[in-house]
């Protein structure tokens, strides 16, 4: 019973602690978060790797194309080496997995883009590919994109990026859309009786509750609903049973 207790207990504190995965394949937008309008794409930047070594990289998550050598992929990030001429691809559109802290927090996560180009060195694991990992903070501070370091799995060689983006909405939120949508239908309902009632006033020289603007449509309008519910919960039948049910 206590060994039950405990799994429990262990099982519970991992899925607290596990990352959030959201099924989402957008390479730029996932819960909420966006790469959009945070860099001018493709943006370019400079670092060195483990061994010193300088390369170029660029990065472009949303749909600006990249050319990296002769590849076909539809490439997110790509090195390039201009001291012999070589291009890269360190990872692709065609996989993307995005991974937040938990499923609340939209300001810590990573971007994982995979499908890129193979190693050549054989001597340790053999050709495994690459992929880009994105370690993403939301903050004050101005954006940022620099290289962090490279890891070599038994999977993958990830390269490891480390990015700020700043802190605010990407985007109107849809509960914002209603509201403004509601509004605007309650100003065009309340412009429609003002001035309505002022012309059936003026121009008709209607007095009494006839200035209200189609007056008999909307004395009407209640029965008009009831006769629709009805014919709704009770097709081709009228109400004295004339004619016979289909």
């Known amino acids: 019973m206590m060994f039950q207790i405990l799994s429990l207990v262990v099982l519970a504190l991992a899925s607290v602690n596990a990352e959030y995965k959201p099924d989402c394949t957008d390479p730029c937008t996932c819960n909420g978060v966006s790469w959009k309008g945070q860099f001018t794409y493709p943006f370019n930047f400079s670092s060195q790797d483990t061994n010193k070594q300088t390369y170029e990289y660029v990065f472009s998550p949303c749909g600006a194309k990249i050319e990296c050598g002769n590849t076909k992929k539809p490439v997110v990030i790509c090195q390039i080496d201009h001291s012999t ?22 300001n810590h996560f990573t971007v994982t883009y995979g499908h890129g180009d193979e190693t050549v060195d054989v001597t340790l694991v053999g050709p495994i590919p690459r992929k880009g990992v994105v370690s993403v903070t939301v903050t004050s501070q101005d954006s940022s994109f620099v290289f962090s370091k490279e890891t070599t799995l038994t999977t993958a060689l990830e390269y490891e990026f480390n990015a700020n983006i700043p802190s605010g ?19 065009a309902v309340i412009l429609y009786f003002i001035i309505g009632s002022i012309v059936m006033f003026q121009v008709k020289g209607a007095r009494g509750i006839e200035v209200v603007p189609n007056y008999s449509f909307w004395k009407d309008l209640p029965f008009l609903i009831k006769d629709g519910v009805l014919f709704m919960f009770q097709p081709c039948r009228s109400k004295k049973n004339t004619y016979s049910s289909l």
């Open 85 to 106: 001429g070589s291009y890269v691809v360190v990872g692709a559109s065609s996989s993307v997995v995005w991974a937040f802290a938990n499923e609340s927090d939209t």
């Open 169 to 187: 909405d990407t985007g109107v939120p849809l509960g914002t859309v209603g509201i403004v949508l509601i509004c605007l239908v309650l100003g």
